[in-house]
Structures are given as structure tokens and as C-alpha cells.
């Protein structure tokens, strides 16, 4: 009898867990984001779109206009791509994933991804939105 309780009981608990997600950062100075930077710029948000690349992931591309340029080549815009978003009936939410929206600021450290795009070094930690 004892034995059908426990087992009741943990089917019961089988069946009411949940999965955990969870993002882990290790801390990274701004010092180290800086030395692992191609280039760190300021600007606004121009457009944000949510596009499927050709291997079928789905990718975020956020354009801005930048206003200052602090280290790498100087730019009038920088489109950042990043994992996540919403296609059609897709999506994919990426825990960390830094968030734009059109007319914001932001400081950026970037790393050149080689197809014209670039990725925010150290994933969300590479992005600072910048209040006035």
C-alpha cells in the first residue's frame, strides 16, 4: 500500500514539472567587450524586421543610424542580425537576446559577421540602450 502512495505520488509530480530555461552570462567588463569588439558605435534605431535566412533560421535585422562612431570603420548605418523573432505561424524567443524598437538609442559592440551584418559581442551584454 505504501508503495502504490509513493508511486501515485510521483507520477504526480512527473506530471506537474515543468521545463527550466534559464540564460547564464559569465560577467564581462567593458573593458573585455571593447577588446572583443570590431567596432562600438551609438545611434537610433531605424528599423527592426524579422527575416528567415536561407538555412531556414530564423534572424532579426535591426538597422541603425549611427551617431558616433568610437572604435572600427565609420558608417552612416549598421544593420545588426541577431537569432530570434516571429515569420508567419514561426517564432523563436531567444532568453538574453537584446530588444529594439524603432527611435531608440542604443551602444553597441559589435563583431563583424563577414556578411555584411554585424552580431553584438557577448550576445545581449554587448547592447546598451541609452536614455536621454
Known amino acids: ?23 547564464l552570462y559569465v560577467a564581462t567588463s567593458d573593458r573585455a567587450l571593447a577588446r ?4 562600438i558605435v551609438a545611434g ?3 528599423s527592426v524586421t524579422t527575416v528567415e535566412t536561407a538555412g531556414g533560421r530564423i534572424a532579426t535585422r ?6 558616433a562612431t ?13 537569432p530570434g523573432g516571429r515569420v508567419g505561424d514561426r517564432e523563436l524567443f ?12 542604443h551602444l553597441l ?13 557577448a550576445f545581449g551584454m554587448g547592447s546598451y540602450r541609452l536614455e536621454e
Open 94 to 105: 531567444v532568453d538574453g537576446a537584446p530588444i529594439y524598437r524603432v527611435g531608440d538609442r
Open 44 to 46: 537610433t534605431v531605424e
Open 109 to 121: 559592440f559589435l563583431a563583424d559577421h563577414g556578411d555584411g551584418t554585424a552580431r553584438t559581442v
Open 36 to 39: 572583443r569588439a570590431d567596432a
Open 62 to 67: 535591426v538597422t541603425l543610424a549611427v551617431d
Open 1 to 23: 500500500m505504501l508503495f502504490r502512495r509513493s508511486l501515485v505520488a510521483f507520477v504526480a509530480l512527473l506530471a506537474g514539472a515543468q521545463s527550466a530555461r534559464a540564460t
Open 70 to 82: 568610437y572604435k572600427g570603420r565609420r558608417t552612416a548605418t549598421v544593420v545588426v542580425e541577431q
